[in-house]
């Protein structure tokens, strides 16, 4: 059975860096692997806010996931509205499937300010897709593209902004991984190593979705 553990901790911890759904990378020497260790991040404060309204069940913590991606690209919603307009109330989100879950959001949207923006879902991981297969590098790729992820599990759905990876480590690169969790008060914490390990592979890790937001 897994322990239960945080990846990594000190020199890759998350950093806060003024952007809008962009990523940053730096990286060190890593003797070991024969190269660099680099972690990509995107910056997540105006997500903070999130915290303090999401409920504990996992379909309102996902709108509060929503919301902080919403947030990481300067647009802030209310949760409420999010509920509302896209799934009629959070008693009606469901999270079984990832279509389920991103349909909804799919659509044109005005945040609190009144700017309009777009919204594309897709999943970059599901585990009940026919021949789903985990990419380590997918999950690397859109981070290192400023697009958070959200990732539903065991527990309940996290958003990922920042990951490190060991350069020339061959075909998992992927050491270590960091969310911003909506659970009221938890906020930026490293990942359990089950939630990025997939549910056929003995972890958590049910779907990790992509939303891009565009102007209109």
Not at 80 to 95: F, H, M, S, T, W
Not at 183 to 206: C, H, N, T, W, Y
């Amino acid at each position: 059975m897994r322990t239960r553990r945080h990846f990594l901790v000190g020199a890759l911890a998350p950093l806060v860096v003024a952007t809008m759904a962009r990523a940053n990378v730096r990286c060190i020497a890593d003797p070991k692997h024969g190269g660099e260790l680099c972690k990509t991040f995107i910056d997540v404060h105006d997500a903070y806010q999130e915290t303090y309204h999401a409920r504990h069940d996992p379909a309102a913590i996902w709108i509060a996931c929503v919301a902080v991606v919403f947030a990481t690209y300067g647009h802030v919603v209310q949760q409420p509205r999010i509920a509302q307009e896209a799934y009629g109330d959070v008693d009606k989100v469901a999270l079984d499937s990832s279509s389920s879950a991103i349909r909804p959001l799919a659509r044109a949207w005005k945040d609190d300010d009144g700017v309009a923006f777009g919204v594309s879902a897709e999943p970059i991981f599901d585990s009940d897709a026919p021949g789903g297969k985990f990419d380590q590098n997918a999950l690397i790729d859109a981070v290192s593209n400023g697009d958070p992820l959200i990732l539903v599990g065991g527990g309940h759905p996290v958003v990922l902004t920042a990951v490190a990876y060991a350069k020339a480590s061959g075909p998992t690169p992927l050491v270590a991984g960091f969310v911003f969790d909506p659970f009221p008060m938890i906020g930026p914490r490293a990942l359990d190593i089950d939630e990025l390990v997939p549910k056929s592979a003995g972890g958590d890790l049910r779907y990790a979705i992509r939303l891009k937001l565009e102007k209109v």
